[in-house]
């Protein structure tokens, strides 16, 4: 994988900005390797991608533990819990998953403060502004409180998580992406 990525990143340095322009077959192009490196760290995915691939699926993991307890979380019959794409039911399922999504959640708010990403219309990411620290900082914080939730195993205090959780998402949302697509980020 890292080779791959260093491979296009050496192509699109050679052969200039009329490749970096070529149209790609995915709906939503990942961004060049070579544009985004930056503190010896590297962003690939646009924010949508990063939020339909890390904060979206944790956080239902979360919610889900309003409604339904996670103890009683179990692999459906013949299903391989090693194999499982909902972690509820997974080998580290139960309350562990709903712990080990809120630990995601919380840990992955740095992922929206690394320099070099853009959002999917293509503007950067505004994380200068103070308001994206903020909102970042909350989201931190429910984390941090849905795993607090999560170790005391009390349904309760998952849906006050949740709460906070639905808030910070929805709070940097309001401000940067419920708009018309293009003025999104702006
Ligand atoms: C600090 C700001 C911020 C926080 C916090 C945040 N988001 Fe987002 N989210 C955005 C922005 C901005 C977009 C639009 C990105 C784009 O257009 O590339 C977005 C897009 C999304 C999308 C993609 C929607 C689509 O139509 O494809 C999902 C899903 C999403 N966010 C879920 C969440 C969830 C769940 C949380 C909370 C756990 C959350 N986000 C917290 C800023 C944020």
Known sequence: MHRIVLALAVMLSLSGPSLAQAPSKAPEPAQPAAQV???????????????????????NVVFSSQNDNPADAKAAPGQDPSLATDPLVSTFGGWQAVENAALALTDASNLLLIPGRKCANGVPVPMNNPDWLKFVQQLRDAGIKAYTAAQSKNQDNMIAASDTLTEACANCHRKWREKRPAERCK
């Open 37 to 59: 490196q930056s503190h010896g760290m590297q962003v690939l995915s646009n924010l949508n991608q990063l939020m339909r691939g890390v904060l979206y699926p944790a956080s």
